[in-house]
């Protein structure tokens, strides 16, 4: 009944013109909750997440300028109002918030900063609004340093005097992350690096950050060789997100390795075990691109989920009618996976 009540209400709230997009795990989550399970992922969290309106072509929707401060508060206002008492809470802000046309914006210290068009009170307002609302606040990044921080290794990392950006990276700037155009791989032989994480965790603990997703790891994300291992990426994460005293959840993307299982199992609170499941199309999705494959790809991860770091099988896009690509069957299909 918990299953069939939440998809008759994600149906309502989903029908209107700014769409709230759900996102949810298996049904392990009841299993989860015992005394001795950790506070925090002790279930598998559920929420909203922009990247799917972003994504489509679907007429009013898509693209970087989609997402923006007014955007996502209309979807926070639809979540507070139908789903938030199943149990839906978290608001992630994925791809584009630090992006101006193309170009990721970074404050003095090489650090994301909101670009100020699309998020004009910047990224703490946000959080305070979506708190007020009861509400959680997630956030997007990139692994790696995002090559627009790099001026030419000049940029100075903040509480690290005498480091730069040219002390974080390797000399030959070996691309990383699943696409190879947008960060360089982080040179953790340097202590200079440590704390640029360390930096950059305070500040989203600063603004009240609750859910961070980093995109792009690897192994996993359609990359395996050295140059995308960031396997030292996140233990230098989790690690920098303890210290800063306030509970983020970490979650990977995509399609991570599951020869790694125990080191994401040891270092964050969830991975996705796909590829996206937008069709990057004029709906949502599609039943063959990519929804049907899920069913084969979780298999291997199905003994490795458990409270404190879950299986993500990313989004599950329906009850907007035609927006959604698919038919009632295959709804009730994705759903209940």
């Known amino acids: 009944m918990r299953i069939a009540t939440a998809l008759t209400t994600l149906a309502v709230a989903l029908a209107v013109p700014t769409a709230a997009r759900a996102t949810t795990s298996d049904a392990l989550a009841d299993q989860a909750s015992s005394s001795s399970a950790p506070a925090l992922a002790a279930k598998p969290y559920m929420g909203y997440s922009t990247w799917s309106l972003e994504s489509t072509n679907f007429p009013g929707y898509g693209g970087e300028n989609w997402i923006t401060e007014s955007n996502v508060l209309k979807q926070a206002d639809v979540l507070a109002a139908k789903l938030k008492s199943h149990g839906y809470n978290y608001v992630n802000v994925d791809a584009g918030w630090n992006v101006d046309n193309g170009t990721s914006v970074a404050d003095a210290y090489a650090r994301p900063t909101a670009d100020l068009k699309k998020f004009p009170h910047g990224m703490k307002y946000v ?115 303890q210290n800063t005293g306030r509970p983020i959840q970490l979650v990977l993307s995509w399609s991570l390795s599951h020869n790694q299982a125990d080191v994401w199992k040891a270092n964050s609170n969830g991975w996705r075990v796909d590829t996206d499941v937008e069709c990057y199309c004029d709906t949502l999705v599609t039943w063959n691109n990519s929804v049907k494959a899920r069913w084969n790809d979780v298999v291997p991860w199905i003994d490795d989920a458990g409270a404190g770091h879950w299986n993500n099988l990313d989004s599950l896009d329906v009850g907007s009618g035609v927006m959604d690509g698919i038919n009632n069957v295959e709804r009730q299909s994705y759903m209940t996976l």
């Not at 100075?156 to 480091?163: H, L, R, S, W």
């Not at 989203?204 to 396997?231: E, M, R, T, Y």
């Open 127 to 241: 959080a305070d609004q979506l708190h007020r609302k009861g509400l959680k606040f997630g956030l997007y990044l990139a692994v790696g340093l995002y090559q627009d921080y790099y001026n030419d290794g000049k940029t100075p990392i903040y509480g690290a005097p005498g480091c730069t950006t040219k002390d974080i990276v390797y000399p030959d700037l070996r691309q990383t992350s699943g696409w190879d155009n947008v960060s360089y791989q982080l040179n953790f032989s340097s202590p200079c690096t440590t704390k640029y994480i360390q930096s950059i965790a305070d500040e989203l603990a600063d603004w009240g950050v609750d859910f961070l997703k980093i995109d792009g790891v690897g192994p996993g994300s359609n990359q395996g060789d050295d140059a995308h291992n960031n396997v030292p990426d996140i233990k230098a994460w989790h690690t920098a997100l």
